[in-house]
């Protein structure tokens, strides 16, 4: 059983959603999640208290506190919830830098310095998934 | 000269940006971006409104009335800019998909029934780039 | 041993076909497949009752009320029966979307707001598989 | 222009549907989409009444007599529409083998003994796509 | 050990080809091959006499009966002697093709209503490798 | 128009099948289909002859007497007649593989000291393509 | 002739290096050969320059302050020149990570905010290329 | 737990950073930490070193002196900071090929006469990774 | 621990290298460091005095009288050692067949009827690796 | 026609063999083979004597003084001869690995300080292909 699996498994058995112990931790609960999927680190306080909220001893969890190998899938993601994000890069990517270009100059959306968040939103006519991205613009440097 | 070159290149003679398109067509910036793309079809009375803007033959704009064959990259992408959103979908993918799980239930966010914007935030630290997307959520069917 | 090898080895001992576990459960015997090989998730409920049917502790199956990764394949399958779907994409993709399009205009067909059963036709010839697939039209937003 | 572009700007200078093609034909429209894409071919006989009713010179057209290379993709499609096919295939594609083998033994649904159409089902929940895919079963020989 | 090894290696301890065991279930050697390499499956008829002459278990062999995932190898084989095969359809896929539609019109050759044998000719040339295979044409249908 | 579908247009326009091409030049057919793609070559005296033939000047067919590039496809092909000596190399090459050795020891078939016949066999089920291939056995050399 | 070849030939005929060019415009040499190649963008008046430089009409050059759509290579380079920076990423690249971690902290090296430089070395035992690789430590934000 | 994974966790029971461990050693961090990846092999005598620095049985680390099969990751490299330096070679590749190539002629930089080093650069706008690559030019011969 | 590694392990405590291995089995070295790695096969008596060198049990050692599926590594080897054997075929395939042709017609090197041998040449410039392949032409039957 | 065409055509209306054009400018056949094929380049003087020799302006052959973008293939290359090749990195590149760190130590065979050259062994049972390969053993630097 791997660490996420164990996590996983803890966050169920004692109820939690990411967005309580999001708010425990005082951080989104995608970002939450990042970490439950090892694609975030986080400090070793912050570990402690994951390890208490889901009752699991902290040296099993001193992993998250490293930067793992990110990145978890096939080339092409077969998920279908996954593979939408890969659809929308293949079919808008070029749109948006258009759109990016225009208004920012030569450069990209940092993925790094970089939040994201979900919210749900209710709708007659079937419930929406909106999701916030926010990423420093960073331009090219001459040199 | 493909139609895609052809519309950049008038947009560019016009002085126009995406947005005054937008504006000027009712529709966000992206999409306009999506539609010189190829990547988005629209009617017979909004391309004739285009070719005006633009100072082009409606005649020669008629393709952005049909769908063509959506998708415009190699299967990673090697701009940074569109690698970015790639880079999303591999860290973040498989996070997303247990948050939008937990607060959805099993089904995706729709990327047909769509929409995004990109808002520039001004930052003394950097401006940042502002992704809003918004998709139908579609909860698989049992049958 | 994993969960779908569970499954199936129970479904044999027992003796029961997908139509008759299907019946069961008020479902589909393509659904039901579906969900043993975890490309569908159930409720908890229904989890109980397959699990007596099955008779197999209602805990063991606890993971089919959750979204796996779902897609089970290499990119191109090599299994000739799965391998024929996809060359009906690749020789019929490009003609269904013209139909698709003719008929409803630019969007898709859902492959989540989306049911499929297989029929046998009983032929002189050589029987027939008959594939329904019902899926949702989801026409492109424009924003 | 490719022959297929030549054929499909005539069907929409004539105001052609496929269907009503497929009528002149005596064939179904999926089939005449098929032969506009060069994934099917015609008789000489059929070929000439096509170039009739698209006002083409016959020997425009003598290349529909030929069997050409079949197949029009990349490995994994990008358009959103055939890509919904892929997923299909990656997502049921063990399900239905299950459910094949269970219903008919060892073998496959042939994808050349087959035929398939596309119904329009009107619903006040949203129109649906209904394909109907009949393949005649060939068993394995043993030898 | 998995199961194919297991046939190996209790073929090996009896001393039997494939040609002897063909003989014995009245089936070419390469037919039996492809059963122990889980490309064929058999009826419990067939898999109780194999057991009984390779003196193992029937239920250790039960699982021969049902269709397994077909296809063995990388998408490009790095064996040799598989190579071959490869190179020839690279080679002389499209020069059989065209003289099989020469000779048939429009189809395929079957490759599940297909048997297969391999004679060894002695040539003082140096020994030849006769492969004899023969399939069922398969005529594309309209519809 | 390449030199590929000048020999093909000049065939069809004489009338000649790949067989009487043949007798003409006392090769078999699939071979001299193999010289108009380019996957073989010939003599100056033969191609004169072919040039004779097809009412082609000699010169333009001197091409044919080089060892072009071989190999016609893409990695996996996706034509369904080609594929199907693809999806024999996938299943049955391992079984192959185990016969081959069996009588004949470590080595391969050559794909190059190599011929292969193509013969319809009328069938009331059905006619059957039988395809011969004769490769001479080239133990693997020890040193 | 696409404008890359167009800025070489110019260049050659000129008999400029890239380091007199760079500083000419006052930028290092590694990015005028990134402009070259279109993987850098420059200003309006820093186009003129260069035309003037080159003896070439600005308007040819125009598109240099555009930002193309970057990234040269087939997946994995086969010039051996670039294929060695393709080799250090393979090889030494987790050690990179390993040390960049235990210095900085969980982060990535800016490929944005980022200047390269070559030198050369002279050395008896063979000249050797010293490259210097700057970029900005960019922090993963928690959010 | 592999060979590397039991270096890091020794390394870090110790309290060693990679710097630590390459005074002791005479080596740079990076190298050294390309030895707990298996990417560089060391004498019998350092590894005796490192054993006796990280309280291991020699034995357990006999395998570095041997040079395993190097090379870490997928074909693309999918960790955001591995990423950007295949992101660098397929931006700057032919950059930096044509200012090499103008430099020191036709040749390239060895990545095995070859050495690395990372130094933190302190800056108010951001601290910097600066990577110090010195590889030996090597001419292609003629011959 | 497989049988490679158990036999380079063997192989490491007697202290042999693969050049006296080759002696006693009266083999080229490189012959038999391909039987380690399971490239090739041996007969019995072969097999036997190899483990009667090694000191192991001649059933563990049965397996190397068989022919295992060949092709040791990833599509592209990212070992630099291996990898420079891809990039001469990359570099110089074409050239080389080039020159084959001309000297002995249409036809190739056969990598079966093959030996290939590895000598050490000190050089004062630094030591030279000399690789002597030799493969049986095998011209290109005509049929 | 691109440049080697042009060098392919002239050689052949010479009559030259590589090995005359090689004893013409002093180097190797397989050397001039690949100039030829823009895997090597040469001297002003060297381009000027092939030009004399083929009787091609000067000019037209400047591009061969230019280190072009090397690799000629495909992944995996379809052609018989050069596939070979690959197969041989294949099946023997980790013997070959093993026999050279046996005797030279950890580091590689180089493929720029790189000679290649072929010869015809007559042979009563078959023509020999010998391929001398010699390449300057690069010990990895320890840093």
Excluded: C
């Amino acid at each position: 059983m791997d660490l996420t699996d164990k996590l996983l498994a803890a966050k169920k058995a004692k109820g939690f959603s990411f967005g309580q112990l999001g708010e425990l931790l005082g951080y989104d609960e995608v970002w939450v999640a990042a970490l439950f999927y090892r694609q975030a680190s986080a400090s070793v306080e912050e570990v402690g208290k994951l390890a208490d909220a889901l009752d699991l001893p902290a040296a099993a969890l001193e992993k998250l506190t490293e930067s793992s190998l990110k990145g978890l899938g096939p080339v092409v993601p077969t998920d279908p919830l996954v593979y939408r994000f890969y659809e929308i890069m293949q079919v808008y990517g070029m749109p948006l830098k258009a759109v990016i270009h225009e208004k920012f100059g030569d450069g990209i959306m940092s993925a790094i310095d970089f939040t994201m968040s979900v919210e749900k939103e209710e709708n007659p006519n079937g419930d929406r998934v909106n999701i916030l991205m926010s990423g420093k613009f960073l331009p090219y440097k001459k040199w």
